[in-house]
């Protein structure tokens, strides 16, 4: 059985031939065009959601307003909530409640014990400031270089 062996080309590959350029769109014009069409839509969906207003029943709306009012009610009660928990971390912690952030009660006792952990425990020593400096405001002991010794005598003529 012999194979018949395997054609390969032996030209390239003709390039699929280049459509000829079409007109350049103009692309303001398309804007406008859309812009229009938007403003269109933008008009008519208004109306559409006032002829849909005005044929709600009085019950519709009533339920409407009620739903609105049991929201902002509880978002209030929700707010007085994490106050009062807020106070309640604020006093076992020690971290003041404007410090405090969360909307459960375990994520704020959660953020004070991690405020409480910054905050440092020891009292700072009395009259410690700062960095201590033994030397800080003494004259400097022995001779003077000629350099030093002229700025210290015209630092000490320019004080006087």
Do not use: C
Not at 44 to 56: N, P
Not at 122 to 146: D, H, M, W
């Amino acid at each position: 059985m012999s194979e018949a062996p395997a054609e390969q080309p032996t030209a390239p590959a003709e390039a699929a031939p280049q459509e000829a350029p079409a007109q350049e769109v103009d692309w303001k014009a398309e804007a406008r065009k859309w812009e229009d069409r938007a403003k269109k839509n933008s008009d008519a969906a208004q109306r559409l959601a006032e002829i849909e207003e005005a044929s709600k029943t009085a019950e519709q709306k009533a339920a409407e307003r009620l739903a609105e009012l049991e929201q902002k009610v509880n978002e209030y009660e929700t707010r007085e909530q994490v106050t009062k928990w807020k106070a309640e971390v604020a006093e076992a912690t020690g971290v003041p409640v404007d410090a405090l952030r969360g909307d459960t009660l375990e994520d704020i006792q959660a953020h004070g014990e991690q405020l409480k952990a910054l905050i440092p425990t020891e009292e700072p020593k009395k009259g410690a400031i700062g960095p201590y400096v033994p030397a800080e405001g003494t004259a400097p002991r022995g001779e003077l270089g000629s350099n030093a010794e002229k700025f210290a005598a015209a630092v000490e003529a320019h004080l006087t």
